[in-house]
């Protein structure tokens, strides 16, 4: 038993001594890590205002730019001067249910931690910040504190197999993967090509709740998503979208849920043409489509 124990710490404090020159505090609550020169990959959520500063393990904090945001999945990279701080190298391979991981987190620049669990799941989907589905994340049982989101999951050897996004509610921490795709999209916004997507301007409410207060106004039921809200010289208030209006179909596609809308908007071109219940009434509206940093789709 002691030395089984004696084992995990070792590892631990091997693993710290790998990674910690290279993993830094982002503002005042995140975590990043070097991934390349002058290059820090953190959490779009993480980012608050202007560029944040970065504060690395030896105390030196130097203001950061963004080079590229991906909100809705809340990737961002960070341009810096990163000194003599190394990038951290992938992991070859994927990561399977019960390796055990290490988590590394340095939040607000407050000091490095180094946790160890196992993988707990792999390709549990979860929501990004403006609600959009996240196909797939790595699960581990690493404790982490408060602001370790945009950290790296690595292995033994110090290399990164995952990046730590969020904690749900009680849950477990969750983590992007570091596949090819993850890495092709980190090293995109390291050249500046910020991600996108089609955004309507609006508050929904989900089909359930829709069926519940149409039900309570005396109105006939439909599938669709509930207006709750329409943002001011968005795209839909441009027009016409009201308050209250039920979405049922965008560009052909009935809308049975949030991720259908996304999907619609994902596919359209321009501008997309919505079917929608307003009261009793079923009308058409083409709605020129624009990107940017809304909160809602």
Do not use: C
Request: charged fraction near 20%; charge should be negative; proline fraction near 5%.
């Amino acid at each position: 038993m002691g030395s089984a124990l004696e084992e995990i710490g070792s590892a631990v404090r091997s693993v710290h001594e790998a990674v910690a020159q290279s993993v830094v505090g982002v503002g005042r609550e995140g975590s990043g890590v070097v991934v390349g020169k002058d290059l820090v990959a953190t959490n779009a959520h993480n980012l608050r205002g202007e560029g944040p500063a970065v504060t690395f393990p030896d105390g030196r904090q130097v203001a950061a730019e963004a080079a590229g945001v991906d909100v809705d999945g809340d990737l961002a990279v960070l341009r810096v001067d990163t000194g003599d701080a190394p990038a951290l190298a992938w992991a070859e391979g994927e990561t399977g249910l019960g390796d055990v991981v290490f988590g590394v987190a340095n939040p607000g620049g407050r000091g490095v931690r180094v946790t160890m669990g196992t993988v707990s799941a792999v390709g549990q989907p979860f929501r990004g910040p403006r609600g959009r589905r996240v196909a797939a994340s790595l699960e581990h049982t690493a404790p982490l504190p408060r602001g370790a989101s945009g950290g790296p999951v690595v292995d033994a050897a110090g290399r990164v197999v995952g990046l730590n996004t969020h904690r749900p509610q009680e849950g477990f921490y969750l983590a992007l993967p570091a596949n090819a795709e993850l890495i092709a999209r980190l090293e995109a916004l390291g050249q500046g090509e910020s991600r996108s997507r089609p955004r309507l301007g609006i508050a929904l409410a989900p089909p359930r709740a829709t069926r519940r207060l149409r039900e309570a106004a005396g109105l006939s039921d439909v599938t669709g998503l509930l207006v709750r809200g329409v943002e001011e010289d968005g795209p839909a208030a441009a027009a016409g979208l009201r308050r209250g209006d039920v979405l049922v179909s965008a560009g052909g596609r009935n809308l049975t849920s949030v991720d259908a809308l996304h999907e619609a908007l994902d596919a359209a071109s321009g501008s997309v043409d919505l079917g929608i219940v307003r009261g009793v009434e079923e009308i058409h509206l083409s709605v020129a489509l624009t990107s940017g940093a809304g909160k809602t789709p």
